[in-house]
């Protein structure tokens, strides 16, 4: 995903409300880094999944995913 796009991206995702705001990041980082991970570019993943996580959204379904994304990436060589 270029930086623009990714600009919008994250920005779409962005809401007034502070606890809203994390739950929406936390999703688009998820799925940024899926794309990016479907894509074979597990540099770029990594970083989407730890932005997930950086959110502290704990008890969503795509919080739980990255970490266990990241898990797997860092067991990788």
Do not use: H, W
């Amino acid at each position: 995903m270029t930086e623009l796009r990714q600009k919008y991206f994250s920005a779409a995702a962005a809401d007034a409300d502070p606890a809203r705001n994390r739950q929406q990041q936390c999703e688009a980082y998820f799925y940024a880094g899926s794309k990016r991970l479907i894509a074979g570019d597990k540099t770029t993943a990594r970083d989407y999944f730890q932005k997930c996580l950086a959110t502290g959204v704990k008890n969503f379904c795509e919080y739980q995913s990255a970490a266990a994304d990241l898990k797997a990436l860092n067991a990788t060589p």
